[in-house]
């Protein structure tokens, strides 16, 4: 809604260079900055563009973009999901463990989507109903998920995932890998849901403003418990493409998932206040973090560089949202 | 009104204080001030009113340096200056005490009061007993004794308001802005702030005082400034002016007008609170409201106003007592009972009222969704036509489903909180102080809205402050006291004094008011 009142103006009386180059880079940063990256990547690193490599590209980036449109949901209602990558690590197990044990598909699959409920709607009550700050309750759910995952595990996570979603991870259509269909197709339906339903608007609402939603008869709890439902489910899907596609489960699975997914939705135009973002930013926040890594895979830097290449795009990302922001309010 | 305010009409010679020439800004293609003239002469309080949308505010961030005119000069004492920055106006000697505090509240009383200016003691290093000692002499000039080693979150308001006014002395300001000052004040601590106004005047400062409430305007002020759609109406002596000609001038309508003619056809109870207790708030309140009428709620500030209209939507944890709709018990959140056909308008149209960052057309169909779709997927353009619908009923400016709610002046924001609920037909309404903070102009229409509705057979709960407003539209007035009800008065039996002397406790000696009243603080003029 702000970015409307913001064209309209604009339209009206024309503001500074400056302020029009902060306006446009905020709306798009993260799609020129992928697209700078591409740029360099084909100078710097040709080697990006070979098939193999795309096609991991494009696998991690789908995995990490289903976290991502649940975690962007429990951003628009002004929480934060501390424990995503918890519930990706568990499923990882859950699926090797069918895989050793026999046990069926349908059954191993029904014990993952039961855990991944368990874990949002115990997020979802110690934020609603118990009033705990969003990411304390969410940390509490990783530290004691990942604590059940070591007792079960005996800390030895490793082994092979099933056959079938091995195929999942690595099969195509048409050349696109199954798992980025798999997250586009998601991506479309949470799209279609945020703009066209009414608990699309619910979502809106409560994340601008919970109290004034509530006196408008909005079922603020209801919302707010689905918000994190839906995000464990996600992280359950996104669970099954990481280790579908690695072919094994270590107990490294899931580790940067947590901060990945908030990192990537922020730098996709989510606000952390709540009630501000969408599908399209959070998809290409994914693609944009997703893209870094693997360049400094392929560039044959240290893996620390990541991180560092990171942190400094999250910073381009935040402060270039803050000053789009303290301007909107400057002319309001 | 006992403050009754010396005038200083024979100043027509003094050099004025603070002088705005032909001042212009506009936003996008709103032109706020159109070449506007505004002078204050020093020592004196200066009234300048007008609706939302008037003005007022763009002309408080010009003294502040907030924004830059377009066109213009801003003179003060003599040197014009064509921009002035947040430094160069402290500098120059304005002072603008904002509606909402700009204070640390982990920080002290002096602390505060010299902000980014602590007095350095032996060694330089900053010394907080002669901040506390200059602090202590700025706030005796102000009549009071506060200590200035408290911290500021353990502060009333009316006593954070002072901090306001000693930062901006000790900045040794000569022109001090207030912005509203009196919308989160209750009718004691007004008179402390009315208090402390007058002895700035006698020190030779002037005031610019920025009310909604004209009946502060006659009661403060010594000369009075109109403004009108961006442009200068008119400066007065206050003392010569009327309240009708006032309103005339802001809206261009007399007061007669304010008040909608009210021919009440009254049915059966619709909404029944029956012996209702909340907890320390409420104890054993019964109200009736039959359909087609219109009942008041009077009552000091914390006499559980508020706490009823909110019970009545499930918002209190309710220990005893029923609440009947067509003799069926409501239920207890939000959005069940609008279903059932009751709806709350809150007092806090900010934190309660408006979803804002949203437009205005997610804000009118939020409590009806629902009946804009199907299987939960919505139809934009029923909800679109929906919206312009009742935007066009409801006089919203600008008329627009798509402007964010925010950008919108209180009026209209509180138009589309009302507007709102229409469309889910309720059959009981409780409003809670829906005018406050609203101009004359969208307060007349919100009344025409509030009669419309009786008209139609809603029964209505209106609890207000404002008793101008309680007994220009209410058929009846329950008055409550310390949560529990004083009185029940009729519309030819309700006055000003019934009111007042039920809502405080027999016996009290000093009588408090509610809300100064205009034609009182008008035959005291006289």
Request: proline share 4%.
């Amino acid at each position: 809604m702000t970015l409307s009142t913001a064209v309209d103006r604009s339209a009206a009386h024309r503001p500074p260079l400056a302020v029009q180059v902060v306006d446009w880079l905020s709306r798009y940063s993260a799609i020129s900055t992928t697209v700078l990256l591409l740029i360099v990547a084909a100078i710097v690193t040709p080697t990006f563009y070979d098939e193999t490599n795309l096609r991991t590209v494009a696998v991690q980036t789908s995995a990490l973009g289903i976290v991502v449109l649940g975690q962007m949901v429990v951003l628009l209602v002004r929480g934060i999901d501390m424990s995503v990558s918890a519930v990706v690590a568990v499923t990882g197990v859950i699926a090797t463990s069918a895989a050793g044990g026999g046990a069926n598909i349908a059954i191993s699959l029904a014990a993952a989507v039961g855990l991944a409920l368990m874990v949002g709607l115990v997020n979802g009550l110690l934020i609603t109903w118990r009033k705990v700050p969003p990411f304390i309750a969410t940390f509490i759910m990783f530290i004691v998920v990942s604590g059940a995952l070591l007792a079960y595990t005996k800390a030895q996570t490793s082994g092979s995932a099933p056959a079938w979603l091995r195929r999942v991870g690595s099969g195509s259509i048409a050349g696109v890998p199954l798992p980025t269909i798999i997250w586009i197709a998601m991506g479309l339906l949470l799209f279609g849901v945020l703009t066209r339903t009414i608990w699309g608007r619910y979502v809106y609402s409560v994340g601008a403003n919970p109290e004034a939603s509530r006196h408008a008869g909005v079922p603020v709890f209801a919302v707010t418990m689905s918000a994190y439902v839906l995000c464990a489910l996600c992280a359950l899907v996104g669970g099954l493409m990481y280790s579908g596609y690695s072919g094994y489960i270590d107990q490294n699975l899931g580790n940067n998932v947590n901060l990945n997914s908030i990192a990537a939705a922020i730098i996709g135009g989510v606000a952390f206040s709540g009630g501000r973002g969408g599908v399209l930013g959070a998809a290409v926040g994914a693609l944009l973090l997703t893209v870094l890594t693997n360049m400094v895979v392929v560039a044959g830097l240290e893996i620390y560089w990541q991180l560092i290449a990171q942190g400094l795009v999250l910073i381009f990302a935040v402060a270039i949202n803050g000053l789009r922001d303290r301007w909107i309010r400057d002319t309001a | 009104m006992t403050l009754a305010s010396p005038v200083s009409t024979e100043s027509g010679s003094t050099e004025p204080l603070l002088e705005l020439r032909n001042v212009s800004k506009a936003f996008g293609g709103v032109q706020a001030l159109d070449r506007v003239n505004f002078t204050v002469l020093p020592g004196e309080i200066h009234a300048l009113v007008g609706e939302n949308g008037a003005g007022k505010s763009t002309l408080v961030k010009i003294l502040a340096g907030a924004y830059v005119p377009d066109s213009g000069e801003v003179i003060v004492s003599g040197e014009s200056h064509a921009t002035l920055t947040p430094q160069r106006a402290r500098a120059a000697g304005i002072a603008v005490v904002h509606q909402e505090f700009n204070l640390l509240s982990e920080l002290t009383v002096a602390e505060n009061v010299f902000l980014g200016m602590l007095p350095k003691g032996r060694l330089g290093a900053v010394s907080p007993e002669k901040a506390a000692r200059l602090t202590t002499a700025i706030l005796a000039r102000l009549g009071s004794d506060l200590d200035p080693r408290r911290y500021v979150l353990q502060l009333s308001v009316v006593e954070q308001q002072l901090v306001e006014i000693a930062k901006a002395l000790a900045g040794n300001a000569r022109c001090i802005v207030m912005d509203e000052p009196s919308t989160v004040l209750s009718p004691e601590e007004l008179k402390v702030l009315y208090a402390v106004l007058h002895r700035l005047r006698d020190e030779g400062r002037s005031i610019v005082y920025i009310s909604h409430r004209l009946s502060e305007v006659f009661a403060l002020s010594d000369r009075v400034t109109v403004f009108k759609d961006g442009r200068f109406v008119s400066s007065d002596n206050t003392v010569e002016m009327t309240e009708d000609e006032l309103i005339r001038r802001m809206v261009g309508r007399p007061i007669s007008e304010l008040f909608p003619e009210r021919v009440p056809s009254i049915g059966e109870p619709v909404l029944e609170v029956r012996n209702l207790t909340v907890p320390g708030k409420l104890f054993d309140v019964s109200v009736t409201v039959r359909r087609g009428e219109i009942v008041g709620l009077a009552g000091l500030g914390g006499s559980g106003r508020t706490t009823l209209a909110r019970a009545v939507v499930g918002l209190e944890d309710v220990a005893a007592g029923q609440i009947l709709l067509e003799g069926t018990r409501v239920p207890r959140s939000p959005g069940p009972c609008a279903r059932a056909g009751v709806v709350m308008v809150p007092e806090d149209r900010k934190a309660h009222g408006i979803v804002a960052g949203r437009s205005v057309a997610a804000n009118l169909s939020l409590p009806s969704l629902r009946r804009f779709s199907r299987a939960g997927v919505l139809s934009f353009k029923r909800e679109q036509s929906m919206a312009a619908r009742l935007i066009a009923q409801f006089g919203v400016r600008p008329a627009s489903t798509r402007v964010s709610i925010h950008n919108l002046s209180g009026g209209n924001q509180q138009k589309v909180v009302l507007a709102k609920w229409f469309d889910t037909s309720p059959k009981a309404v409780v409003l809670d102080e829906p005018t406050r903070g609203v101009d004359v102009g969208a307060k007349s229409e919100i009344y025409a809205i509030i009669e419309d509705l009786s008209a139609r057979g809603v029964g209505v709960l209106l609890a207000s402050s404002d008793l101008t407003e309680l007994l220009g539209v209410c058929d009846r007035i329950v008055v409550l006291r310390e949560g529990r009800v004083a009185a029940e008065l009729n519309r030819s039996d309700a006055s000003e004094e019934s009111i007042l002397r039920a809502a405080v406790a027999s016996g009290t000696s000093d009588e408090p008011e509610i809300a100064p009243q205009a034609p009182q603080s008008r035959t005291e003029k006289q």
